[in-house]
């Protein structure tokens, strides 16, 4: 069995060391999600999904002085080990330098959206 999200975050991760422009990947609603709270974050610059029938992702990547906007990627939730957090528990990540993703009931939020909103939720990963 796949994780998506652990397949999108190793692509994204292995396009920044190669210095790619852009990756592509398989499409699914909660990777344009994800995508979608990356960009907002300023990990992405974009991303356009492609297809009919069969949809992939092309994710454009950012470099900040020629340095990857994504330094590195720790995942927390694994499939065979689900990861849940009570928003109390949220603890900041690199001392507020990166973030930490959560899936809550009202969608992907990080560890600072989801204790200003009080949610908490499955930990996916923390990024820096």
């Excluded at 692509?11 to 990356?38: T, V, W």
């Excluded at 994504?70 to 990540?93: F, H």
């Amino acid at each position: 069995m796949e994780n998506g999200i652990i397949d999108l975050l190793v692509r994204i991760k292995n396009g920044y060391m190669n210095r790619r422009d852009s990756i592509e990947s398989p499409y699914s609603s909660f990777r344009e999600a994800m995508l979608n709270k990356l960009k907002e974050l300023g990990y992405i610059s974009g991303f356009a999904v492609e297809g009919e029938i069969i949809k992939k992702i092309t994710i454009d990547l950012v470099y900040r002085e020629r340095e990857p906007a994504l330094t590195d990627v720790v995942v927390v939730s694994k499939p065979g080990k689900r990861i849940y957090i009570p928003y109390r528990k949220l603890k900041p990540v690199l001392n507020n330098y990166g973030y930490a993703i959560l899936s809550t009931p009202k969608g992907i939020k990080t560890n600072k959206e989801a204790v200003r909103e009080k949610l908490g939720g499955e930990l996916l990963f923390n990024i820096w």
